[in-house]
């Protein structure tokens, strides 16, 4: 599979600079940061929120970091700690070391950072690629997982060429004027290309070269195993897959909590965060307590 990394120390230099100091813009007073080390390299870990309980962990998508939830933090981490972690193997203040071939080697790297920093059970918040990561570490060390809420999560069928090519002219469009890009946000129905934070690291991170495995598709028998409770919510209009078949699958084979959001697409974690933050903390309150 290789290692991902930046073409140069030029490129790692300009992306920590720019990430960093989106970071501190964006980000509300207060947090901190731990790198924590690994068998698959250094991985950096955002805190914010009061310690003791049960922590919520955030997991981004494919290509992602903790700056994609600025705008979840605040709420999230108002009565307990909240854990942003970059994930190694992308673009981030993580450092790949070691290859990642599969899912296994996700999971134990996640298990890994959980043991670094004191966490023996969270709540995982993941969308897409951070979503099929959630899955497999509910599925693999149920007893680490509280609960879930998955945003538009990766996993559940191939990526097949709309979604690429939805991805591509995504990136294509990041790289051009900001009016061009906020026309071409609608079309594409693409909302993080509204936020300029986000795509202010756009072409900071063309120096970095990605390296991680492909999410196969869960099982029937995988779906029907998974016991921890959680929450799935669709973007109606996905681009990664048909939302309204993957609800179907899995309110047969699951105990999944299942919600197509209207008109939306696979940009739901940043074109909808008050439901998602909304969404989340009531299944939390529902696991701790047994009344939402």
Partial sequence: MGISTFTGDHA??????????????????????????TTFGPTRVHQYGPAGGIPVVLLPGAGGNSLMWHRYVADLGRDRQVLAVDPVGEPGGSHQDRSIENSSDITDWLSEVFAEVGVTQAHLIGCSYGGWTALQLALRHPERV???????????GKVGSRFLAWVILGGLAGLTPRPVRHRAARWLRNATLLDDDLMGLARATMGFRRRLPVPPALTDDELRGCSTPALVLLGERSQLYDAASVARRLQALSDFSVEIVPDTGHDLPVSHPSLVVERALGLVTLSSTGTP
């Fill in 12 to 37: 790692r230099d300009k992306f920590l600079s720019a990430y960093e100091q989106a970071m501190e813009r964006c980000w509300p007073a207060g947090w901190t940061v731990a790198d924590v080390p």
């Fill in 146 to 156: 509280a609960t879930m809420t998955l945003l538009d999560p990766a996993g559940f």
